[in-house]
């Protein structure tokens, strides 16, 4: 049998593990948390929040956290404590909840949900997912212009034995 999920405390960062990436809240309490979506999701939407990542606007919302996670497995990952230090609970909740039913711009590179989850509780605005996701890209680069250099050395090296 697992073990339950220990209850969040308010101010937490709630990481939803959907299928091709993160999906971020922050837990307001009662079982409630506080994430953006966008204008057409349903909650529990799972795979088929994916398409909030195309999307250039999102509502603030206020939902049950089982609702938003859905059948998707979640948990608590306040994991900048280290590097900045959270503003109190209650003021992370305030700034939260003053923020429901607003419309904002949603830009999957520099304002999506985990930039704002983040924003609540350090005053930060980041998202490691978007940071993996440029290095990645950009190793993925040079490791494909090496390619093409000893593709290119490679060729000469033909040419000049001929």
């Known amino acids: 049998m697992r073990a339950p999920i220990p ?8 990481e939803i593990f959907r299928p091709l990436y993160r999906h971020w809240a922050i837990y307001v309490g009662d079982g409630f948390v506080v994430h953006l979506a966008p204008p057409s999701e349903i909650a529990g939407a799972g795979a088929a929040s994916l398409m909030s990542a195309l999307a250039d606007k999102a509502i603030v919302k206020k939902e049950l956290l089982y609702d938003v996670a859905g059948r998707d497995k979640y948990h608590v990952h ?4 280290d590097k900045y230090s959270p503003l109190p609970p209650s003021k992370i909740v305030q700034r939260a909840e003053e923020r429901v039913g607003q419309e904002v711009l949603y830009k999957l590179t520099s304002d999506n949900c985990e930039h704002f989850v983040n924003e ?22 040079v490791g494909m212009a090496a390619l093409g250099l ?3 050395m490679l060729s000469r090296n033909r040419q000049q034995k001929q």
Request: no cysteine; proline share 5%.
């Open 7 to 14: 209850e969040p405390n308010p101010g937490d960062l709630i």
């Open 150 to 152: 000893i593709g290119v």
């Open 120 to 141: 609540l509780r350090y005053g930060v605005s980041r998202s490691d997912q978007v940071r993996d996701a440029v290095m990645a890209a950009g190793i993925a680069g």
């Open 78 to 81: 306040n994991k900048h404590d």
